[in-house]
């Protein structure tokens, strides 16, 4: 039976990938730092809830520990936790919010990925997918600290993918648009009046899964309302040569 992970599993985008794995018929673990929101998602689902706060590394490796203890391996780690909102470069800058922007977002996927690794590897191979977001792959003028995250996620997603591939595991980015979560939340009337699409969860939830189980690694997937799940083509770049 295929066992997966699912951090920032206790709401919006992660608690429905759980559900949706669960529903396949998978053993789904949920880590998040929402204790009361993550056991109530994972009593719903039969699965299980780990507390844990993915910044720091510890939390990483326990989470992955008790999902194959409780499972007896590994085979789809979705790291999903995120977090926004560090103001810009001017008098709105918020220097802890902006660590804490990076500590999530960036700590939390690099130090995942080094977590789920071995266990992945151990069950012969398996899949990791991350949640960037458009705002990865071009610029937010709105939350530039936020921008800045997910890039350098699709960066990781993309430098790691082919150590990765050694062990027979594949690591992708999803980068959704707008999605209809308590994130969204404060944004969402300004966005339906300038008539963008919002997702919905479960709609990301199934680009992730296709993603998670297709079989490509090292790609940045955008994630649009009423659109199949698309990689990115970033420009090849040719080295200069010596002269
Ligand atoms: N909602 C959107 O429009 C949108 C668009 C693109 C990308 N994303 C990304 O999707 C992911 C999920 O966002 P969402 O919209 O479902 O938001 P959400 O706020 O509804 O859910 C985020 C979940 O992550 C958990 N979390 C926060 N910090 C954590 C930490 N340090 N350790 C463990 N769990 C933590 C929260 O408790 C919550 O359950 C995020 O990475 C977000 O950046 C969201």
Redesign the pocket.
Known sequence: MTGVLV??G?????AAVARRFARAGARVAI????ES?GRAVAAEIGGLFVP????REQDNHSMVEAAVSAFGGLDIVHL?????GAGGAGDDFDIDRYRRVIA??ID?TMFGIRAALPALTSSGGGAIVV?S???GISPNPFDPVYSASKHAIVGLVRSLAPACSASGVTLNAAC????N????ASLRDVILEHHLAIAE?DEVAEAVESIARGGETGNAWMVQAGLPPAPVTFPTVELSRAR
């Open positions: 951090t920032g206790a709401g919006g985008i992660g880590a998040d730092v929402d929101a844990a706060d993915v910044s999903n936790a995120g977090v926004g999530v977002n939390g949640t977001s458009l705002a959704p648009g707008f999605v979560t308590p994130m969204l969860p």
